[in-house]
């Protein structure tokens, strides 16, 4: 069995950007004087600075991580260089039976999952449907949201009321209003409390986007509470916001289809408590048109399909219902085609038109994809900017390991970046220049 996930993907498991640097600097095959596998596994050992090599291994079912080193980060540096040399030196591996403690370890793993599994099926079958029991069920889920809604008001209309200069000395109270909401089954509102508290503690001109975002609470309170009176559209949006569940089934049978060669512009993975998200984010080579899948995966960055930056997918999207449809999954497997490149962007007055249309029809995305030519640049302090041609600038999301290989090879000329934007910043996902592809934590690479 092979190692089932791209460079990207595997990367995007490091726990952060230092490990990847890290492990690129230990894909040398003369580091590692074991490098073994079998259908199940791989494993090597890597000489470190004491005499006793580390032992790292990868259980391809997972992919689950071990290693011996001291490390606390989880993959480790071994585990992620590990996986970069199978991927790009599978032929320095050698087929062999596994060594004890590489048989033990998938032994353990095995048996534990037995044992969920048991625990499962066995000790707590399913419950024969009661549809009295599930409109209890769904009575107490909205008795529990409509509370939310009221608790959040209040809260919100407490913090105006004893002023926002004290805000930035209170950082906690984020989280823990987050998580009152993840308990009144309100997940949407509970991201948007968390970036509010990561805009305080980002420092700046903060008071600005602060209230405009609590404004923008408050227009959800106030329309969860009329969802019924609203149009289809509009619901399904404020839903989407509140981030109530949206039903697969009844979207493959009624949602907007498109077919098309889907160019995957950039991804964006993250994990919270084991919980890993990813937003991919596709252009039709034909249509033009924007489209964003959202995935879950619990445990690993596993995702079906595996989507890699440049690649283009021949498909057909359904769209989620929306008054500015973007969201979308594969109606059937995608067919690979060869990899490509995007059209030119748009002169930036026609992409911020489009992006005035979006938020006039849908204002609740958190984040939006914006496809822009401009200069990367470093300005004032440790920001960095994508400076457009009509002498104004973007402030991008960008760590410094990953900034300055893109303003190296960009070296003061336009390229075409595409990324997120949250209304104050642009996160890039990609950058395209002549033959090169760039990503976030990756750099650049032959397109």
């Known amino acids: 069995m092979p190692l089932n996930l791209s460079v990207d993907e595997l990367l995007a498991l490091a726990p952060d950007a230092a490990s990847v640097k890290a492990a690129k600097g230990l894909v040398i ?39 011996t080193c001291p490390s606390r980060k989880f993959p480790c540096k071994h585990g992620l260089a590990l996986g970069l040399l199978h991927l790009q030196h599978a032929d320095r591996f050698t087929t062999a039976a596994p060594p004890g403690w590489v048989s033990e370890w998938l032994a353990s793993r095995a048996q534990r999952a037995q044992r969920q599994e048991h625990k499962q099926t066995v000790e707590r079958p399913a419950a024969p449907a009661d ?152 252009r039709g080579q034909t249509s033009g048109r924007l489209a964003m899948l959202l995935d879950f995966s619990h445990g690993s960055a596993r995702f079906e399909p595996g989507l890699v930056t440049g ?23 995608p067919q690979r085609l060869p990899d490509g490149l995007p059209a030119p962007p748009a002169p930036i007055a026609d992409e911020l038109a489009r992006l ?44 410094e390991d990953s900034a300055w290989p893109l303003v190296a090879v960009a070296g003061g000329a336009p390229v075409a970046v595409f990324g997120e934007w949250d209304g104050e910043r642009l996160r890039p996902l990609s950058a395209w220049g002549p033959g090169l592809i760039w990503t976030a934590g990756n750099g650049w690479s032959n397109a």
Not at 313 to 332: E, M, N, Q, V
């Open 29 to 67: 095959p003369a580091k590692w004087p074991r490098l073994e596998c079998d259908a199940s596994a791989i494993w090597g050992e890597c000489q470190g600075s004491g005499s006793t090599p580390y032992q790292a291994q990868i259980d391809l079912a997972g992919p689950a991580f071990r290693c």
């Open 131 to 282: 549809p009295q029991a599930a409109a209890r069920r769904e009575a107490k889920r909205l008795q529990r949201m409509a509370d939310g809604l009221a608790e959040l008001e209040a809260w919100m209309a407490d913090r105006l009321r004893q002023g926002l200069a004290q805000l930035p000395g209170q950082p906690e109270i984020w989280g823990a209003m987050a998580a009152r909401m993840v308990d009144a089954q309100l997940p949407g509102l509970a991201e948007r409390l968390r970036r509010l508290g990561e805009l305080l503690v980002r420092g700046g001109q903060w008071q600005g986007p602060l209230l405009a975002e609590l404004g923008r609470l408050q227009l959800l309170i106030d329309g969860a509470r009329r969802l019924d009176a609203l149009p289809a559209a509009e619901q399904a949006d404020l839903r989407a916001a509140l981030g109530l569940p949206q039903d697969k089934d009844d979207l493959l049978g009624a949602g907007e289809r498109l077919t098309d060669d889907w160019l995957v512009l950039g991804c964006h993975i993250a994990e919270e408590d084991r919980l890993w998200m990813r937003r991919a984010w596709l």
């Open 311 to 333: 690649e283009v997918l021949a498909a057909t999207l359904a769209f989620y219902p929306s008054a500015a449809p973007l969201r979308a999954l594969f109606t059937d497997p």
């Open 356 to 399: 005035t249309d979006q938020i006039a029809a849908n204002p609740w995305p958190v984040r939006r994809g914006l496809y822009l030519s401009g200069v990367p640049q470093p300005a004032a302090g440790a920001d960095w900017v994508l400076r457009l041609g009509d002498d104004r600038a973007l402030r991008l999301e960008l760590g």
